[in-house]
């Protein structure tokens, strides 16, 4: 169980494992770039990085929940993400939380 809140309705946290983390690091590449160019020329939404978007995201929230589960916890609270452009091209995108055991009330 994955929240962005404090606490998780119904459940109370019994034991608090801490801050855990997802981190991916991506790059666009030269042919998505250039394609990505001729879509804003035309405005609105450029699909070719979203879908670099939620690639990064995805990943990084994929790796979130390993790293929660080999900590031992059953649930994350206060999730949130983060992103960052490393150099003209690299993003690094975070998923990080609280890493808690839950039990229901």
């Not at 019994?14 to 405005?43: D, K, P």
């Not at 091209?89 to 998923?95: H, K, M, S």
């Amino acid at each position: 169980m994955i929240t962005t809140s404090n606490q998780l309705d119904g459940y109370r946290v019994v034991r608090t494992i801490g801050i855990v983390r997802g981190i991916t690091v991506r790059s666009r590449n030269a042919i998505a770039n250039f394609g990505a160019s001729i879509q804003s020329l035309f405005g609105g939404n450029i699909s070719l990085y979203v879908e670099l978007c939620e690639k990064a995201r995805e990943e990084a929230f994929y790796l979130l929940l390993r790293h929660a589960e080999e900590s031992g916890a059953n649930a994350i609270i206060a999730m949130r993400y983060d992103a960052n452009e490393m150099a003209p091209g690299i993003t690094e995108v975070l998923a990080y939380g609280t890493a808690v055991v839950v039990e229901k009330i």
